[in-house]
């Protein structure tokens, strides 16, 4: 008999590794017990990717875990202990790294469509965006900094769009509530399906990034080298890899 988990439960027991793994790292100085909610989970090949939300903050933490094996084996944030045990002491700053993102990874996908969305539908133009790397950072919300190259009909230039996908707040402009459709509910992101909003930061015109070249555009960004385990995901793609040991000179 299979009994499906409610998302209750998956938070619960997503929660409880956490807190099994606070408590491994940080012993005495574990931070205290959370409550936290589900706001995504996703299995591929046996591992979870789970996303949950503190409920019992003043300001709601999201938190990326993966889990294989009961065990969680990335926590974006990192695990952030108490400066010394004391239940009235704050934890030390917890604010997430950026850590890179896999070109096929759902955030990376979900920047590129609201890209391509918010300029069908601020500018009527169908913009490609073709992303060249990308990274994320998890602070109160996911921000997915990307360097890609826009192409339309004005030609192919690079830029450095930003995608925010925060966990709560009404960042609707007012003159967009008149409109009949809203691309957030006729063409959501996973993030947006997920409960949270989306907002597309630019430095420069979003309509004329076909025409115009973004600021501090990377060469070096244009090329891709294979290495993935400082991506999100793969962070253990090299654990049985057979090290190599090597003997020095004393003379040398």
Request: charged letters at 30%; hydrophobic letters at 35%; glycine letters at 6%.
């Amino acid at each position: 008999l299979l009994v499906e988990q409610s998302a209750e439960q998956h938070a619960a027991r997503a929660g409880f590794l956490f807190a099994s793994m606070e408590r491994k790292q940080c012993h005495e100085r574990s931070p205290p017990a959370r409550l936290w909610s589900l706001l995504d989970r996703k299995e591929i090949d046996g591992i979870e990717h789970v996303v949950l939300r503190s409920d019992d903050d003043q300001r709601p933490r999201l938190q990326y875990l993966v889990v294989q094996h009961e065990q969680v084996i990335v926590a974006d944030p990192p695990v952030a202990c108490l400066v010394r045990k004391d239940p009235d002491l704050h934890v030390e700053d917890i604010g997430g790294g950026d850590s890179n993102l896999d070109l096929n990874d759902p955030m990376t996908k979900d920047c590129k469509q609201l890209f391509e969305r918010t300029a069908m539908e601020n500018c009527g133009k169908k913009f490609k965006l073709n992303v060249i790397s990308a990274t994320l950072q998890i602070i109160d919300g996911f921000e997915v900094n990307t360097e890609a190259e826009v192409e339309g009909q004005g030609g192919k230039k690079r830029h450095s769009p930003i995608c925010l996908f925060e966990a709560s707040g009404d960042h609707r402009d007012a003159s967009l509530l008149q409109k009949s459709a809203d691309p957030a509910e006729t063409d959501p992101t996973e993030a947006e399906k997920s409960g949270l909003v989306a907002t597309l930061t630019m430095q420069t015109d979003l309509c004329k990034a076909d025409e115009q070249e973004g600021p501090g555009a990377s060469l070096e960004q244009n090329f891709a080298f294979g290495e993935l385990s400082r991506y999100k995901g793969y962070e253990h793609v090299n654990d049985e890899l057979p090290r190599i040991h090597v003997q020095l000179d004393a003379n040398a």
